[in-house]
């Protein structure tokens, strides 16, 4: 399985967006990927009074990026946008995947949500807007075990522990947003510890460089063996890495450290 992860710079010109995220996707398919992984908000991260209409999943996003797969004949983690929610006032944050016919092969709504309150400094809830999806979720991708999440999920091990144990998991995957501060010290540290932890491959795509109104987010996407290595990194600023993932290095892993399988909590 050949799986990219796509870095993106998303300002508030959804169309533009869209086509960015379009030719990455080109070029991973170009360079033989089953799997194309995108960063979260792909299609818009700008100010909230600029956004465009939450929409369902086969709105204008939805069915961009279903036609992208077909066309291209890819697997597709179309990194999240604003689903129309529960009610007027929230969205979801949801992340699409789309199969190599463009079907829609699986939906997952972003867990946990970023509510901080530090007198002083910064105040940002995070559920003021969005609302918590409730369901872990695991796709298979033609044989492979795939176990979604998004950004802030990251710090949650727990969610990770039941994508691999109850949902078989081997590939992890984490379309972000990562905020700059946070990022240089904790994303790489993060990524690898849920790799290690679950055994378990892990393709995390990022949003980076400078985004409006006054936010900054980190890139360096990367893929990540169960092993903990950093198989490839994208480079600051927009692009892609294309990297093959060797399962039979997962069951080595598996077989030689059986940490999942002598788990007793």
Same mark, same amino acid.
């Given at each position: ?7 993106? &710079?998303?300002? =508030? ?5 869209? %086509?960015?995220? @379009?030719? *990455?996707?080109?070029?991973?398919? %170009? ?5 194309? +992984? ?19 999943? =086969? ?7 279903? =036609? ?24 979801? &944050? ?39 999806? @409730? ?6 991708? @033609? ?29 992890? +995957? +984490? ?12 994303? @790489? ?13 892990? %393709? ?39 990297t093959e993932l060797d399962l039979d290095r997962l069951r080595t892993i ?5 940490? *999942?399988? &002598?788990?007793?909590?």
């Amino acid at each position: 399985m050949r799986v990219a992860v796509c870095q993106l &710079n998303a300002r =508030d010109d959804r169309a533009a967006n869209l %086509a960015a995220a @379009e030719d *990455l996707l080109v070029r991973a398919a %170009a360079a033989g990927a089953d799997l194309a +992984v995108l960063p979260e908000y792909v299609d818009f991260l700008g100010p909230g009074d600029r956004m465009p209409p939450a929409e369902p999943v =086969d709105g204008v996003v939805g069915t961009f990026f279903a =036609d992208v797969a077909r066309r291209l004949g890819i697997w597709v983690v179309a990194g999240s946008f604003h689903e129309a929610g529960p009610d007027p006032a929230r969205t979801w &944050n949801t992340s699409l995947v789309f199969d190599r016919a463009g079907a829609l092969a699986a939906a997952y709504r972003k867990i946990h949500l970023y509510d901080v309150e530090i007198p002083g400094r910064v105040s940002y809830r995070e559920s003021a807007t969005v609302a918590p999806g @409730e369901q872990p979720v695991v796709v298979d991708v @033609e044989g492979l075990r795939v176990g979604l999440s998004i950004c802030y999920d990251l710090r949650f091990p727990e969610l990770y522990r039941r994508l691999a144990t109850d949902g078989g998991a081997e590939l992890l +995957v +984490v379309p972000a947003a990562f905020m700059m501060h946070t990022g240089r010290d904790h994303w @790489e540290i993060l990524l690898r510890a849920r790799a290690i932890e679950n055994q378990c491959f892990v %393709a995390a795509a990022g949003q980076t460089g400078d985004h409006e109104p006054g936010r900054t987010c980190f890139g360096r996407s990367m893929v990540v063996d169960p092993w903990g290595t950093v198989l490839a990194q994208v480079a600051d600023g927009p692009g892609l890495v294309v990297t093959e993932l060797d399962l039979d290095r997962l069951r080595t892993i598996r077989a030689e450290l059986p940490s *999942l399988a &002598n788990r007793r909590l």
